[in-house]
């Protein structure tokens, strides 16, 4: 009993954790899009009333918006190509050394255990193609 309340907490608080960086997470990215959106708005008023502003202070209000929009279009890419940071919440009940125990489903590979699920990755040993 006193194993399971364990594994409970020791769920709660990975949930609470992962509650947590959601959240850093999400406000980070909030004012870095507010911080681009302003870029972006400011740099857009110099270059489309070019009147009172300096040859300078125009040519770096369209560096600034060239590198604005690199930067959203890498970190949109970046978020994209990398895998998730936060690991997926699991149950935390540790395996016994040898096995699942009496009656436990049989795996593919003959192993006793959980079975696998559709999001499994792995490929049962009977299914790999033989080279010849």
Same mark, same amino acid.
């Given at each position: 009993?006193?194993?399971?309340?364990?594994?409970?907490?020791?769920?709660?608080?990975?949930?609470?954790?992962?509650?947590?960086?959601?959240?850093?997470?999400?406000?980070?990215?909030?004012?870095?899009?507010?911080?681009?959106?302003?870029?972006? /708005?400011?740099?857009?008023?110099?270059?489309?009333?070019?009147?009172?502003?300096?040859?300078?202070?125009?040519?770096?209000?369209?560096?600034?918006?060239?590198?604005?929009?690199?930067?959203?279009?890498?970190? /949109?890419?970046?978020?994209?190509?990398?895998?998730?940071?936060?690991?997926?919440?699991?149950?935390?009940?540790?395996?016994?050394?040898? /096995?699942?125990?009496? /009656?436990?489903?049989?795996?593919?590979?003959?192993?006793?255990?959980?079975?696998?699920?559709?999001?499994?990755?792995?490929?049962?040993?009977?299914?790999?193609?033989?080279?010849?």
């Amino acid at each position: 009993m006193e194993r399971l309340r364990q594994e409970r907490e020791t769920f709660e608080v990975r949930k609470s954790q992962s509650r947590w960086w959601f959240g850093l997470r999400f406000a980070t990215v909030v004012v870095l899009l507010a911080m681009a959106l302003g870029i972006f /708005g400011v740099a857009t008023s110099i270059l489309l009333a070019p009147d009172g502003h300096s040859q300078a202070s125009i040519w770096n209000a369209g560096l600034a918006l060239v590198v604005d929009l690199l930067a959203l279009a890498g970190t /949109g890419v970046a978020h994209v190509l990398r895998p998730a940071t936060q690991p997926a919440l699991a149950p935390v009940t540790p395996r016994s050394p040898g /096995g699942a125990g009496a /009656g436990a489903p049989m795996s593919p590979g003959g192993r006793q255990g959980r079975r696998p699920t559709p999001r499994s990755r792995t490929i049962p040993p009977r299914s790999i193609p033989r080279s010849r």
